[in-house]
């Protein structure tokens, strides 16, 4: 697997909050599993034969509505299986969560005190009415890796776009 630089792009902070489900599983781990933050840039590039084409980029500047892939790259680096390791990646201010792809990914809309399947959460309006969550209510995503096995890794990541 090939590990990607950290890269925060100007106004954005891209926060990972690791967990584990039990204490001995998270000792074990944090010392062998390798974690790497990440932002690309969704660019629209027109080639020699005037064909476009999406990229994604190194984010050397960003505008507002500009299309984000954050994500968090993963690698056991040690010589025990790692079982139900937890990513929770906090949605930074800046940006809005632009897409779900799966209504079972969990998601917190409150800052990470509570967690449950975006299909499931609701939101309370002032006035008292009740709505369907939408992408942009996301202030935390969550991914639980069933088993990451010896030098094996992976990627977790989300659509966002910038405020």
Known sequence: ????KTLIAPGIALGIVVAALSVPTFAQTAKALQLEGYVKVEKVIVDE??????????????????????????????????????????????VRVSEVADPAQIVSLDGGRSWAPFAKQIVREADGTVRQAVPGDITHLRWTIPTVAPGSGGTVEYAATVR
């Open 49 to 94: 034969r005037g064909e476009r084409r999406t990229e994604l980029v190194e984010p050397l500047t960003v505008v507002p509505g500009d299309r984000l892939v954050m994500g968090t790259s993963y690698v056991n680096g040690g010589s025990s299986l790692i079982e139900n390791f937890v990513i929770s990646n906090p949605v930074p201010s800046a």
């Open 1 to 4: 697997m090939t590990m990607r």
